[in-house]
């Protein structure tokens, strides 16, 4: 039967419950809720949806009797009981038995008993259980609705962590709070305690008064404490707290506190908008820096206190559909400060700001970068700043015989205090025409012709002889043709599909007079795999392969059920005998080129194994060697990286000088949500590999190791850091971390 009922109404929710008493009323109640409901016609506010198995009314006493999966439906909220009387005399309304409450936020409430005033707005409910659409849940053996729909329980708990195992059945959560009182304001999604204590594995501890957010929402307070040991700074205590600006920005102000040094105060803010979104946090205090730090030239070291930070500044902002602003920014006041208060372990800090805009078939931008270098061997004046540089690049379909052709227009102006300048402007056309034969091979076509203007000065600034270039201006023409054939061959092998793919290339390119031209990003230059059958092998613009070469190798694949196979290898061959421009050490000095290749094999999710090397031409004496290995889950994992560059070089250069070096890390779960986990980093070089290396030839970098407990809403760990080398006022040393996370607390 259905009754509309024309009273104002609001049906009541609640949450908690007292963890001592009621810790088992926080499993889950043996009824469901009432599902959601269409209405057959508009209704107003003040009309209630009523469907029940049986209905009575009692015309002398005025009370309305309605049983048998009793449901209530109005604007959203909905409840389900066994039974619900109306006294119309009275006012009072009583729902009983397997009551469950449903409001329009997807909050469900369960209890045993609710009383309701006669207008259904205010009520009590005892023996209750809510469970929150956001996450977690609240017992209470008492509640109230009050005005604006803020309930107030007492007796109460409140848990986000699972009560159930794995196997369906109950168990303690790992983190509760009890109290004498909560208050719930599900407007702001916020829960209030009075007289609480939290719970954590049994130990417990007082909150006197304390209050978080529910869900994901931003909102003011404190976040999770901090706690870290070092050898230079002592025992650090930080506090954030979070400010709730708006829906669309915050703001924390972080307080750092140390035995051994001096306060630290940290900020961090964030904003969206129309435009796009952008972040920046700061650092600032004031220490002292160590005695033995290097400086540059003309500057005495200091060890008095001083203002000392660090700030990193990132945003975008979407214009247009094509057009975009972007930067970054970081900056440090001096070489040290990142790695004695373990922000940031980057060498250098570089700083980007520019605007582009990109469609189908065009690109612009416009840009510029800074660089600071933490290095304490380095000289802070020379490092470079580059503003601007702009690029264009255009494509479009080749109208004669259906290639595609790119242009490019590029500029860039390299500055620096106290080192070489260099302003560059090329513009180039490159033509790529890719066709398949009645046979099966891909054959690509490609032609690339550009024209270079430099002016370089003060070039007697730069150490490395082959980096200058000529001083003055200085122009160079670019041409080269290239043909590139693959002829892949695929069955059925071992089960699976197997593809085998010989690939051989020809590019022809004239004499170029490079050294004339100064090399500012062309440097790091080494034959890999990655850039074996490039048209150029030098990275960056400032340098490009002449002569005619061909490359040739293959490439190998196999695919099984679970396994899978990926490698090539490959080397090249250039016709002229004259000296090259490529540096000693690099596998391409001579006319035969060393022998690269990659091998990639993958077993699952459980291994991943990849392995580069360069083998000597002469005698196959291994001159790169790089492995980098995963075996394991997500849980328990062994990682394995060895890096060992041998490039033969007599003579090495700042870019290509050899390194040794093996990194090893893993995690082992256990016990369900226990883990161990370490890594460690060793340098391997010693002075026979590289004469400016200071190792001898087992040199610690850093290692850590932890133990962590992790669950579904908790996660506790301590993890131990050593650092073994001595950075300034970074001291060598040990420290620790504590972490605690629990969820939904915190803010």
Same mark, same amino acid.
């Given at each position: 039967m259905r009754l509309a009922l024309l009273r104002t109404a609001a049906l009541p929710l609640t949450l908690a419950a007292w963890a001592p008493a009621f810790g088992q009323e926080l499993q889950d109640r043996p009824v469901a809720p009432p599902p959601p409901v269409v209405a057959t016609a508009p209704r107003t506010d003040d009309q209630i949806d009523f469907t029940a198995d049986t209905l009575e009314y009692d015309f002398n006493a005025e009370v309305v009797n309605a049983s048998g999966d009793v449901r209530l439906f109005r604007q959203g909220e909905r409840l389900r009981a066994d039974k619900v009387t109306w006294n119309r005399e009275t006012g009072q309304v009583v729902a009983e038995g397997n009551i469950a409450v449903t409001n329009p936020e997807g909050d469900i409430a369960y209890g045993d008993r609710i009383e309701l005033t006669d207008t259904l707005r205010d009520g009590v409910i005892n023996n209750m259980l809510v469970v929150l659409e956001q %996450?977690?849940?609240?017992?209470?053996? *008492?509640?109230?609705? !009050?005005?604006?729909?803020?309930?107030?329980?007492?007796?109460?708990?409140?848990?986000?962590?699972?009560?159930?195992?794995?196997?369906?059945?109950?168990?303690?959560?790992?983190?509760?709070?009890?109290?004498?009182?909560?208050?719930?304001?599900?407007?702001?999604?916020?829960?209030?305690?009075k007289g609480a204590r939290v719970s954590l594995f049994g130990l417990s501890l007082p909150l006197p008064a304390f209050s978080h957010t529910i869900g994901a929402d931003n909102a003011p307070g404190l976040l999770a404490p901090q706690f870290r040991i070092s050898r230079v700074n002592g025992l650090e205590f930080a506090l954030p707290y979070h400010f709730d600006l708006g829906p669309n920005r915050d703001l924390t102000l972080t307080p750092h506190v140390f035995t051994g040094a001096l306060p630290m105060a940290q900020a961090n803010y964030r904003e969206y908008n129309s435009l796009g979104a952008f972040e920046v946090t700061g650092y600032a205090t004031y220490s002292s820096r160590s005695d033995d730090l290097v400086t540059e030239d003309g500057v005495a070291p200091t060890s008095e206190n001083a203002f000392r930070g660090y700030i990193d500044a990132v945003g975008r902002a979407q214009l247009d559909p094509n057009w975009t602003a972007f930067g970054s920014i970081r900056a440090a006041t001096d070489k040290t400060f990142l790695r004695r208060y373990d922000i940031s372990r980057d060498d250098r800090l570089r700083s980007n700001i520019g605007l582009q805009r990109i469609s189908e078939n065009s690109y612009f931008s416009i840009q510029g970068w800074a660089v600071q270098s933490l290095r304490l061997d380095d000289v802070g004046q020379v490092q470079p700043i580059a503003l601007p540089e702009i690029d264009f690049r255009h494509r479009l379909t080749d109208p004669w015989l259906g290639g595609r052709v790119t242009f490019q227009l590029n500029s860039l102006a390299i500055a620096r205090d106290g080192g070489q300048d260099t302003q560059r402007a090329f513009a180039s056309a490159l033509w790529e025409l890719r066709r398949i034969t009645d046979w099966g091979q891909e054959v690509t076509f490609s032609a690339f012709a550009r024209g270079d203007i430099y002016n370089t000065q003060q070039t007697a600034l730069t150490a490395t002889e082959i980096y200058r270039g000529d001083e003055g201006f200085n122009t160079r023409g670019i041409g080269a043709v290239a043909v590139d054939v693959k002829w892949p061959f695929i069955g059925q092998a071992f089960?699976?599909? !197997?593809?085998?793919?010989?690939?051989?290339?020809?590019?022809?390119?004239?004499?170029?007079?490079?050294?004339?031209?100064?090399?500012?990003?062309a440097r790091a230059v080494d034959l890999e795999d990655s850039n074996l059958f490039a048209l150029n092998r030098f990275p960056g613009y400032d340098r490009f392969e002449d002569s005619t070469r061909f490359t040739y190798g293959v490439?190998?694949?196999?695919?099984?059920?679970?396994?899978?196979?990926?490698?090539?290898?490959? !080397?090249?061959?250039?016709?002229?005998? *004259?000296?090259?421009?490529?540096?000693? %050490?690099?596998?391409?000095?001579?006319?035969?080129?060393?022998?690269? %290749?990659?091998?990639?094999?993958?077993?699952?999710?459980?291994?991943?194994?990849?392995?580069?090397?360069?083998?000597?031409?002469?005698?196959?004496?291994?001159?790169?060697?790089? =492995?980098?290995?995963?075996?394991?889950?997500?849980?328990?994992?062994?990682? =394995?990286?060895?890096?060992?560059?041998?490039?033969?070089n007599e003579q090495p250069i700042e870019d290509l000088r050899d390194r040794e070096e093996v990194r090893l890390g893993g995690r082992v779960a256990f016990a369900g949500f226990w883990s161990v986990f370490g890594s460690a980093t060793v340098d391997l070089t010693d002075a026979e590999e590289d004469p400016l290396s200071l190792s001898d030839g087992f040199e610690p970098i850093r290692h850590r190791l932890g133990v962590q407990y992790e669950d579904d809403c908790v996660r506790l760990g301590v993890t131990w850091r050593r650092d073994y080398q001595d950075n300034g006022d970074a001291r060598a040393g040990n420290s620790f971390l504590l972490t605690l996370a629990l969820t939904n607390l915190g803010r």
């Open positions: %996450g977690g849940r609240i017992a209470a053996e *008492r509640g109230e609705r !009050q005005d604006g729909g803020v309930l107030r329980v007492t007796r109460a708990a409140y848990t986000p962590c699972a009560v159930e195992n794995s196997a369906g059945c109950p168990k303690e959560p790992s983190w509760k709070i009890t109290a004498a009182e909560v208050i719930y304001n599900p407007d702001a999604k916020r829960i209030r305690y089960g699976g599909d !197997q593809r085998i793919t010989p690939r051989v290339q020809m590019v022809a390119a004239p004499h170029i007079e490079n050294l004339a031209i100064p090399n500012e990003d490439d190998y694949a196999l695919d099984l059920s679970g396994v899978s196979i990926n490698a090539n290898i490959g !080397q090249s061959y250039r016709l002229t005998d *004259r000296a090259s421009l490529f540096p000693a %050490g690099t596998g391409l000095t001579d006319r035969w080129s060393d022998i690269v %290749g990659r091998t990639e094999v993958r077993v699952g999710q459980f291994v991943g194994f990849t392995h580069r090397y360069r083998l000597d031409k002469d005698g196959f004496a291994i001159r790169r060697n790089e =492995v980098d290995a995963t075996v394991g889950s997500r849980k328990t994992y062994a990682l =394995v990286g060895y890096l060992r560059l041998n490039r033969d």
